[in-house]
């Protein structure tokens, strides 16, 4: 099992920034892929970035140019860097590590972009 806990949502104006991050603990071998996802009220989750153990990142083409991630695999901790925020992002914000073909969430932040 493999359990993570996130950290640094909260309230921020449109064009302003946060950083999110996220650290796994328990079974912590062999972790694939890092990321994080969002959900919006109304909506369905949705992908915003992950990154590989290797190193290989893939973002939504909605945060391209606005997000940064960046994983630690000795400390097995991934952040989000969120620059430029817009009132869309507004969401609750999860992150999610893959061990051995399982998905695991952590219990999710919220980021509310509103002026």
């Not at 949502?9 to 890092?34: D, E, H, K, T, W």
């Not at 507004?90 to 972009?113: P, S």
């Amino acid at each position: 099992q493999v359990q993570l806990v996130e950290s640094g949502g909260g309230l921020v104006q449109p064009g302003g920034s946060l950083r999110l991050s996220c650290a796994a603990s328990g079974s912590i071998f062999n972790i694939y892929n890092m990321g994080w996802y969002r959900q919006a009220p109304g909506k369905q989750r949705e992908l915003v970035t992950t990154r590989t153990r290797g190193g290989t990142i893939n973002y939504a083409d909605s945060v391209k140019g606005r997000f940064t991630i960046s994983r630690d695999n000795a400390k097995n901790t991934v952040d989000l860097q969120m620059n430029s925020l817009k009132p869309e992002d507004t969401a609750v914000y999860y992150c999610t590590a893959e061990q051995r073909g399982l998905q695991y969430w952590g219990q999710g932040t919220q980021v509310t972009v509103s002026s």
